[in-house]
């Protein structure tokens, strides 16, 4: 049998601290999934290598590329800018392949409403004091911030409707399984799965 898919474009969405960027790097071994890394106006944290986790370029830089439609979707989120650069992923989906998003809901709500056939997962804590201690545990917030993120992330969890898929972020190893479901079933999803059944 021969068999031809279309590429398709993963958005993973969750509030800061849900530890949606670990649950998505359970799809680094996915070959035929491109990972879209976004631009930001933050400082870089320990360990983040500029290029890898994010493009980190100033905000005279940034609004450059918003005047010159570069970005997919942007957002002022948590006191930065940050955006998804509009050629690669358009260019990669032209070509077939798939692209993984992992943006805030603001940015995640722009591009399901500029690409509906996009596949949007919302990751979800196990509970708000989960998410403070997660948040809290990683050490590069100010208590400020910190409160600031949590009362974003109330308002970002009523939305979690607006999304395709729920997977709750408590058991790392289930969360991963759950996400590699979602894009097994989407791989085969009859608009951009065209298998030819050969004559005998």
């Known amino acids: 049998m021969r ?25 680094d071994d996915e070959k035929d999934i491109i990972f879209s890394v976004s631009c930001t106006t933050r400082a870089p944290r320990p360990g983040e290598v500029d290029g890898r986790e994010y493009h980190f370029v100033s905000e005279e830089t940034f609004c450059r590329m918003v005047e010159e439609d570069g970005f997919l979707e942007h957002a002022f989120v948590h006191g930065n800018y940050y955006g998804t650069p509009r050629k690669p992923v358009m260019d990669a989906l032209e070509a077939g392949q798939s692209v993984r998003l992992e943006i805030d809901p603001q940015g995640a709500l722009q591009v399901m409403e500029k690409m509906p056939e996009c596949v949007s997962v919302f990751i979800l804590p196990p509970s708000f004091a989960e998410l403070r201690r997660r948040l809290e545990g990683r050490n590069t917030e100010k208590p400020e911030d910190v409160e600031r993120r949590l009362n974003n992330a109330r308002g970002e969890v009523a939305l979690k409707d607006r999304y395709q898929y729920l997977i709750v972020n408590d058991d790392l190893e289930t969360a991963c399984a759950a996400l590699r479901s979602v894009v097994s079933a989407e791989r085969h999803r009859s608009s951009r799965y065209y298998p030819a059944v050969e004559e005998e």
């Open 3 to 27: 068999e031809k898919r279309k590429g398709m474009l993963l958005v993973i969405s969750g509030p800061s601290g849900v530890g949606k960027g670990t649950v998505s790097k359970c799809l």
